[in-house]
């Protein structure tokens, strides 16, 4: 089965196994960068959210309430939206993972923080491993560069989705590491220039790492196939 990756910029990707679209962290709403709006998306089965920063959790309440979308993420950003009145929720933390009606998420260690907009506990950053039509996806969320990429990049990742941009994430020469360990069949850099702090020369990090994997820089709204 074919999957599709869809970026919107930032850290936001729609992944569409022909029968369900799971988004990730779906900041859309004062995005710089973002050229649609929420309300262009015509379908959302399942929201994937790394962690409760403003640029990640982004719409997921909005997203989740107009398409009876089940949240997945942290159990205390799931208890936040359900406060909220978010409806379909599950709760996971890193380790073994859970099998979902669109295939299997497993949440993974990030080296970063996780308050929510209002300033409340919103758990532990994490990245996620996403399984589904046959292919497995590897989002880092917003993370430093750590030694346990090498595991994460153990079993085949037929992509990953590697922030760059530096600041308040891994940079350029971070993610070539990172690139280093997982070993992906496809790599899609993310997280960078949205704001100046986070300027990055995306083709200079394609060149550099095209001696360890296939790098596809997205143009924003770009969708792939794998």
Not at 75 to 94: A, M, S
Request: net charge negative; aromatic share 8%.
């Amino acid at each position: 089965m074919t999957v599709s990756i869809k970026w919107f910029s930032h850290a936001a990707f729609a992944i569409e196994n022909g029968e369900h679209t799971v988004l990730v962290d779906p900041f859309f709403t004062g995005n710089p960068l973002c050229s649609i709006k929420p309300d262009e998306l015509e379908r959302v089965d399942a929201i994937v959210v790394t962690h409760g920063h403003r640029d990640h959790i982004g719409d997921t309440e909005y997203l989740a309430k107009k398409h009876d979308a089940t949240v997945i993420s942290s159990v205390e950003i799931c208890n936040w939206l359900g406060k909220r009145g978010v409806k379909k929720l599950h709760g996971q933390q890193p380790g073994g993972g859970h099998s979902h009606f669109f295939g299997t998420v497993k949440f993974t260690a990030a080296v970063h923080s996780s308050s929510l907009p209002d300033g409340s506990y919103g758990g532990i950053a994490m990245g996620v491993i996403l399984e589904t039509g046959g292919k497995r996806i590897y989002h880092s969320g917003d993370t430093a560069l750590f030694s346990d990429m090498k595991i994460i990049g153990k079993n085949k990742l037929d992509a990953a989705l590697l922030c760059i941009g530096g600041n308040y994430t891994m940079d350029v020469s971070e993610a070539l590491e990172a690139a280093s360990m997982l070993k992906p069949g496809i790599l899609i850099p993310m997280h960078y220039d949205t704001w100046e702090v986070i300027r990055q020369d995306v083709v200079s990090f394609k060149n550099k790492a095209a001696s360890i994997c296939d790098v596809r820089i997205l143009g924003i709204n770009d969708t792939i196939t794998i």
